[in-house]
């Protein structure tokens, strides 16, 4: 698996779902300098702390796996979406001795 590294602002409070097989998994959505927005989704025990931080606003640094969904809408227009499957987050404008990085395996 190959990952990289983005930055940016969360755009959206995350999400925490427990799936039926008792996985929980967060989403929110980040911004870049670009005003580029992308989907973040993350999967076990970095889920359930994602879920309760970071707020909108907050700088985070993301590493993952990136995927570039398309598709077309009902109109004939096709749109783009950049997904990342984090492994790990860290606010990066937090207080340092409050600032943390969860990093779970996906393997």
């Known amino acids: 698996m190959t990952l990289e590294s983005i930055s940016g602002r969360v755009a959206t409070d995350p999400t925490a779902k427990v799936m039926r097989d ?23 025990s970095l889920a359930s702390r994602v879920a309760t931080s970071p707020k909108i606003g907050n700088l985070v640094a993301i590493r993952g796996k990136f995927k570039i969904d398309s598709w077309v809408d009902h109109n004939d227009i096709k749109h783009w979406q950049t997904r990342i499957l984090a492994i790990a987050i860290q606010i990066l404008d937090l207080i340092e001795s409050e600032a943390t990085a969860e990093t779970v395996s996906l393997l």
């Open 22 to 44: 008792g996985t929980t998994r967060s989403q929110f959505f980040i911004q870049d300098e670009q005003s580029v927005y992308y989907h973040v989704a993350c999967y076990f």
